[in-house]
């Protein structure tokens, strides 16, 4: 929705964000355009000069700061992650609480995965000092979704300021007000220079970001946006960091934990309205533990209710248009055989759509092969592991994973092709924040939190200086050819031995 409004002496498009339980406003904000957007890069770039020049003391300094500030005010903060989303209000509070784990895990160190270490040189060039050290980019540009507003454009954020750059942040359109108090929360900390800064709007403004020279973009939302986004980036080699969503399978094996299994499925595809990237969608159960599996994900399901009211486990879909697709997956999967022993197409509201278990549904249906982002899970049986892992491998996807077996996880999860596995919990891996974090094929590339995440906001630079003249000289013009034969002799010596 959007009006024209007055800001700042000028009239500038606005639009609305809306609470999905009600559709009531909860704020009204600018529609950035490509020139304020380029202003805003304009500024980063001096803000990021000063940001890099405090060091990684200093700027680890403000960074603890900026995070007790999110702990100190969580709840309000989870109060407009509710707003803005739907979500329960513990719900809200529990990635505010992951994200200040990440805060302090990239201030504490940043300095040791970054700094400048040696490299031993090698024979001959032993008379150099090789050292290597990351440095900051520059500006990074980043666009954060809306099904976990403060969690997950964090997991990019942190790092990136850690690294020693400034950042323009575009949040989603669905939640502008969270990304406007994390911005404002982090100016309380660093008032002297806009180090990060809000950009708020729809597609055009995300474009003009990719677009506007910042030095690298990091990205999460669905694969067909980042396909876009690669290719406005392209257009100056800006690098980029996809995270493109998932269809995330559990597999459970004969020797599992069944009811923990059962557990940790019903969680990780319901909640937050099954609107999460590394929720589960799919499960593999091994023919012998699947009906007891079976039986008590029905059993744990009854206990679990979407809806606006304080005493749903999860709220309405944030995004409206996906009940759409909800729909058209559970549609689907019944038409060809498969069948909903909970849920199915009654469940389908018009905000909210309730918990759907589906079973026999074949492997090349929508709700198996596509991103389905809502409530529901398919579950299939499974002669053993093999198959299971040859069907989870099966898909465009690949960004988490869960395993549950009490002799073979560790074994079964190797075999995996995902960014990400979690055995015998579900979704553990996310919240350590010394784990990097991303997939690859349509779940994207690159990797944000631990230490590969402070790595993809800054780039290697090698130094190698010279201590002393080399004994052989062999990058002047005054080499001789005994010179080349010495280096002949020496190379055969070393390396040509059989």
Known sequence: MTSMAAEQGTVAETFDSLNPATDDVVGTYPMHTPEDVRA?????????????????AGRGERLRRWKGVLTRRMDELAEVVRAETGKPLGDAQLEAVLAIEHIDW??????????????????????????????????VGIIGPWNYPVYTPLGSVTYALAAGNAV???????TPG????????????????????????FGETGDALVRGGVDKIAFTGSAATGKKI???AAERLTPVLIEGGGKDPILVDADADVDAAADATVWGAFANAGQTCVGIERAYVHE????????????????????????????PMTMRSQIEVIRKHIADALARGGRALTGGMEAIGDRCVQPTVLVEVPEDSSAVRE???????????????????????????GLGSTVFSRSRGTEI??????????????LSFAGIASLPFGGLGDSGFGRIHGPEGLREFARPKAIARQRFPAPIPLTSFTRTEKTEQLVSKVMSYLHGRK
């Not at 323009?168 to 669905?174: A, C």
């Not at 398919?378 to 592991?385: E, G, I, L, Q």
């Not at 075999?415 to 055995?423: D, E, F, S, V, W």
Request: hydrophobic fraction near 40%; avoid cysteine.
């Open 371 to 397: 991103e389905t982002f809502g409530p529901t899970v398919t579950v299939a049986k499974v002669r053993d592991m093999d198959e299971a892992v040859a069907k989870a491998n099966d898909s465009s996807y």
């Open 230 to 232: 690669m290719a406005a």
């Open 413 to 426: 999860a190797r075999k995996l092709r995902t960014g990400a596995t979690a055995i015998n919990a579900p």
């Open 288 to 315: 012998q533990v699947y009906d007891e599996y079976l039986a008590r994900v029905l059993e744990k399901t009854k206990q679990v209710r979407g809806g606006a009211d304080s005493r749903a486990q999860y709220g």
């Open 168 to 174: 323009v942040f575009k949040p989603s359109e669905y």
């Open 106 to 139: 990239a201030a504490r160190n940043a300095r040791r995965v970054l700094g400048r270490k040696h490299r031993a040189p090698g024979l001959l060039l032993s008379n150099n000092d090789a050292t290597v050290e990351y440095q900051p980019y520059g500006v």
């Open 40 to 56: 805003a890069i304009s500024r980063a770039r001096d803000a990021a000069v000063w940001w890099d020049a405090l060091g990684y």
């Open 178 to 201: 969270v990304g406007r108090w994390l911005v404002e929360a982090f100016a309380e900390v660093v008032p002297e220079h806009p180090v990060l800064q809000l950009i708020t709007g």
